[in-house]
């Protein structure tokens, strides 16, 4: 029998052995390499484009030779005003693409031996790096599968049963619970969108799958209407989650990703954050079958890539 693919050797190719030996000085180097790969780590000014600067070593910073502007690796990207070392960055990545159903941030922190706050944050513009491969605004194609799932909003029953209530009824229910309504193409991506409503997943489908496509959507009255939009394979799933090669099991697969990481690591997902974690959930699905040491540098790339986080910089002070 074939050995499953991450459980070979060749799904591990980093780790926080080879990242710590390595130094200070390598991972700098790799976030240059990543910042710049068209000058192979040479710095390129963000402001003016020049590829010719002077090296200020002790600062680790460039300045200009064109506009004289001040700059390092990391401005104007997501880690814009860190105070972290590189080495740790890197070895956070390493920790976040390791866990194939998220980590919890008392985890996050005690293994950084840092903040709790420095973990929530840094694992939170990290998430906010990954949305860039999942969020990218292109039209899915193909066949595409189309579920939701209900997060959040748990209502506690009280304590004596007379006093107990019907939370089937909507006046009963928190005003806290979501629905992730999620695209997913047939070995393809995951598309994740944050809902009050599963029925709002009809108008997503409007403007998020192309019209040439086919659908596969469970026995919700609602999907009804993406009859009038495409041809769409139903499955009752009272009855069986697959019929004759009728199925949504690649969506499902996603949705039981992203449980495990909300029911257990996190135990609890604020709704206005909820998509972040949604997103991240997409991006490990999305990669399951890449290697570890690719997922972190590709991570790296993104973090290199993504403007500073308007959320999430100085998250913290911001707090009253």
């Not at 200009?64 to 956070?92: E, P």
């Not at 009963?172 to 992730?180: L, M, Q």
């Not at 040439?212 to 609602?222: F, G, I, K, Q």
């Not at 996603?254 to 029911?263: A, I």
Request: charged fraction near 25%.
């Amino acid at each position: 029998m074939a050995q499953h693919f991450l459980l070979s050797a060749a799904a591990r190719t980093l780790s926080l052995r080879t990242i710590y030996r390595a130094g200070e000085a390598a991972a700098y180097q790799t976030f240059c390499q990543m910042r710049w790969p068209e000058t192979d780590g040479a710095p390129v000014c963000p402001r003016c484009q020049h590829d010719e600067a002077y090296s200020i070593a002790t600062r680790r910073k460039f300045k200009c030779k064109a506009c004289h502007h001040q700059f390092s690796v990391t401005s104007g990207t997501i880690f814009a005003s860190r105070k972290m070392d590189f080495v740790d960055l890197l070895a956070a990545i390493c920790i976040l693409v390791n866990a194939s159903k998220g980590v919890s941030m008392i985890q996050l922190s005690r293994d950084l031996d840092c903040q709790y706050k420095t973990a929530f944050v840094l694992a939170h513009k990290l998430r906010e790096a990954m949305a860039l491969e999942v969020q990218t605004g292109e039209v899915m194609s193909g066949h595409v599968e189309v579920d939701g799932a209900y997060f959040g909003g748990h209502v506690r029953p009280e304590n004596r049963k007379e006093d107990r209530k019907d939370r089937r009824l909507s006046e009963n229910k928190s005003d806290r619970r979501r629905v992730v309504v999620a695209f997913r193409s047939r070995k393809g991506r995951t598309l994740p969108f944050i809902v009050r409503s599963e029925a709002q997943g009809v108008e997503l489908a409007k403007i998020h799958v192309d019209r040439l496509a086919t659908m596969s959507a469970d026995e919700a009255s609602h999907w009804d209407l993406l009859h009038l939009g495409w041809p769409v394979e139903r499955v009752n799933h009272s009855l069986a989650y697959s019929d004759h090669g009728k199925h949504t099991n690649w969506v499902e697969s996603y949705f039981s990703r992203l449980r495990r990481m909300v029911q257990g690591q996190h135990h609890h997902v604020s709704p206005q954050y909820l998509h972040q974690y949604a997103n991240h959930a997409a991006w490990l699905e999305d990669n399951r079958r890449t290697d570890n040491g690719s997922l972190a540098h590709q991570l790296v790339a993104n973090t290199m890539t993504a403007p500073v986080s308007r959320r999430w910089k100085g998250y913290w002070q911001r707090a009253a």
